[in-house]
T-cell receptor, first 112, second 115 residues
Framework: LAKTTQPISMDSYEGQEVNITCSHN???????ITWYQQFPSQGPRFIIQ???TKVTNEVASLFIPADRKSSTLSLPRVSLSDTAVYYC?????????????FGGGTRVLVKP | DVKVTQSSRYLVKRTGEKVFLECVQD?????MFWYRQDPGLGLRLIYF???????EKGDIPEGYSVSREKKERFSLILESASTNQTSMYLC??????????????FGEGSRLTVL
């Protein structure tokens, strides 16, 4: 079972790029890496998912090195509304019987 | 639009009461999960299910049980609530299709206070 480690918190300023790294040393062959964003009093919501190399969508990029033992979520030009907790999840949620365990999350505070 | 609905946003119960938290999804998902979330501890998996009448223990199943009688509904049961079960409870579901890679969809959460 892949265990993830993330920084507890990080501060940034509006317009800056925020990079959050997640370590997952025992990632399995079939595991995907998924990042979720959570605002207070809401459930987490999907941001981006990848298996290897680089994935980009309209809100973020995900960088995964060849050994897949870590991944970096990149949020370009953050705004105040990006203040949230970001969770890295490693697992195969498309398979039966797979336990999906989240790490502690990274609390990102964007300042004006 | 996909939807995971949790029956109660806020509940207040007394120690020793039996508590039911209901979760319904309308996406025909096979997988369903119950997590609890506490400050500083992130999301911790209580139980999950990948089919009707199937259940698997998560990381913290003690004091909880679950029921999945229908595909769309997954219930979390606290047989005898205790104060240390005061928490935010989050339900999630995902598809079992490999090519879909199983994005988790979460409900809004149920905040339970046990007095």
């Amino acid at each position: 079972l892949a265990k993830t480690t993330q920084p507890i918190s990080m501060d940034s300023y509006e317009g800056q790029e925020v990079n959050i790294t997640c370590s997952h040393n025992n990632i399995a062959t079939n595991d995907y890496i998924t990042w979720y964003q959570q605002f207070p009093s809401q459930g987490p919501r999907f941001i981006i998912q990848g298996y290897k190399t680089k994935v980009t969508n309209e809100v973020a990029s995900l960088f995964i090195p060849a050994d897949r033992k870590s991944s970096t979520l990149s949020l370009p030009r953050v705004s105040l509304s990006d203040t949230a907790v970001y969770y890295c999840l490693v697992g195969d949620s498309g398979a039966a019987g797979n336990k999906l365990t989240f790490g502690g999350g990274t609390r990102v505070l964007v300042k004006p | 639009d996909v939807k995971v609905t949790q029956s109660s946003r806020y509940l207040v119960k007394r120690t020793g009461e039996k508590v039911f938290l209901e979760c319904v999804q309308d996406m025909d998902h096979e997988n369903m999960f119950w997590y609890r979330q506490d400050p500083g501890l992130g999301l911790r998996l209580i139980y999950f299910s990948y089919d009707v009448k199937m259940k698997e223990k998560g990381d913290i199943p003690e004091g909880y049980s679950v029921s999945r009688e229908k595909k769309e509904r997954f219930s979390l049961i606290l047989e005898s609530a205790s104060t240390n079960q005061t928490s935010m409870y989050l339900c999630a579901s995902s598809h079992l299709d490999r090519e879909n890679t199983g994005e988790l969809f979460f409900g809004e959460g149920s905040r339970l206070t046990v007095l």
